[in-house]
């Protein structure tokens, strides 16, 4: 299995609401990743996850929750969203490799729409 | 990790090869340059990595200049499955191999 899901595919939410979204990789990797890319920008990275750890916050505001429950799952919890949250969110994959440089596998993100 | 430009598009025609220019003259010797591409509704896809010596596989080749201020990615051919945002990012390394994505090269090719 070489590949990353990521559920759901679309989530629309109100901004009380609150939501996760769930990534998943089966390939033993290490490193997991949150990016948030809005329509016709880079990808803007997130979290990093590595042996499960918070290795790496982007200085996102608390109202983003990530969970790393085990080496294979990565979650991210919303809370109180702004429509300016609105973003594909993409979750990625590394194995541990030489000096930590390693392919990045990426899942096909997550449409989240906040009204 | 380093700040890199690429030109905001390029145009090719299928079947022939693709230079894609990256600069990153404030690269620190312990930088890789990498490059993804992402496709139309997809999320981006590993193309090509190096740290010093030119790489090549079975997507595309990296030539990376002898002072690593600037590097190419090479398509030797072009096809329609290959237009596509091309990301050239200077970094990584470490522990997390964190990579910050740049503007990017918005490729499209041409039957």
Redesign the interface.
């Known amino acids: 299995d070489t590949e990353?899901t990521q559920t759901p595919k679309h989530l629309v939410m109100g901004m009380t609401n609150k939501k996760s979204l769930k990534c998943e990789q089966h390939m033993g990797h290490r490193?997991m990743y949150w990016y948030k890319q809005k329509a016709k920008?880079?990808?803007?990275?997130m979290f990093?996850y590595?042996y499960e750890k918070l290795?790496?916050n982007e200085s996102v505001p608390s109202r983003f929750s990530p969970e790393c429950p085990n080496s294979s799952l990565l979650n991210l919890h919303l809370h109180a969203l702004q429509p300016e949250d609105s973003a594909l969110y993409?979750c990625?994959s590394?194995p541990p490799?030489l000096?930590?440089?390693?392919?990045?596998?990426?899942?096909?993100?997550t449409r989240l729409t906040v009204l | 990790d380093a700040k890199t430009t690429q030109p905001n598009s390029m145009e090719s025609n299928e079947e022939e090869p693709v230079h894609l220019p990256c600069n990153h003259s404030t690269i620190s010797g312990t930088d890789y340059i990498h490059w993804y591409r992402q496709l139309p509704s997809q999320g981006p896809e590993y193309v090509i990595h190096g740290l010093t010596s030119n790489v090549n596989n079975r997507m595309a080749s990296l030539a990376i200049a002898e002072d690593r201020k600037s590097s190419t990615l090479i398509l030797h051919r072009a096809t329609l499955r290959d237009a596509a945002v091309y990301y050239c990012i200077a970094g990584g390394g470490g522990a997390t191999n964190k990579l910050i994505f740049g503007t990017g090269t918005l490729l499209a090719v041409q039957p």
């Open positions: 990353v490193a920008k880079p990808p803007e990275l990093v590595s290795s790496i993409l990625a590394s490799g000096a930590g440089v390693g392919e990045q596998f990426f899942g096909p993100g």
